[in-house]
Nanobody, 120 residues
Framework: QVQLVESGGGLVQAGGSLRLSCAAS????????MGWYRQAPGKQRELVAS???????NYADSVKGRFTISRDNAKNTVYLQMNSLKPEDTAVYYC??????????????WGQGTQVTVSS
C-alpha cells in the first residue's frame, strides 16, 4: 500500500507564489515519472508538469517559465514551485505518482488534491 500526502495549496494574489509538495510513502520499489495535474471547475484535468526519475521535465505551454517541477528521489517527493500566478491558474492540483511494488504492475496513485486560488 502507498500513501500520498499533498500540501502547499492556498489563496494568493495574482503575481504571487506557492509551492506544492507531494510525498509518497509505503511499499515502493521504484517510481517512474511523477507529475502534477490540475482541474478547474467545468474543465477536464490537464497535465501541468512532469519529471522523470532522471530529472527530465515537461511543462504545459501555459505554465512554462513560471512553474518549476522538481523531485527528491530519496524522499519520494515531488514539488511544484509556482511563480507569477495568474487567476487562470486557479484549480485543484493533483500529484500523480506511478509506483512499482516488487514484481507487481505499475500502479498509478493520485494525491487527494489541493486547492489553489489566485485572486485578481
Amino acid at each position: 500500500q502507498v500513501q500520498l500526502v499533498e500540501s502547499g495549496g492556498g489563496l494568493v494574489q495574482a503575481g504571487g507564489s506557492l509551492r506544492l509538495s507531494c510525498a509518497a510513502s509505503g511499499s515502493i520499489s521504484s517510481i517512474n515519472a511523477m507529475g502534477w495535474y490540475r482541474q478547474a471547475p467545468g474543465k477536464q484535468r490537464e497535465l501541468v508538469a512532469s519529471i522523470t526519475s532522471g530529472g527530465s521535465t515537461n511543462y504545459a505551454d501555459s505554465v512554462k517559465g513560471r512553474f518549476t517541477i522538481s523531485r527528491d528521489n530519496a524522499k519520494n517527493t515531488v514539488y511544484l514551485q509556482m511563480n507569477s500566478l495568474k487567476p487562470e491558474d486557479t484549480a485543484v492540483y493533483y500529484c500523480h505518482v506511478p509506483v512499482r511494488t516488487g514484481t507487481l504492475p505499475i500502479y498509478n496513485y493520485w494525491g487527494q488534491g489541493t486547492q489553489v486560488t489566485v485572486s485578481s
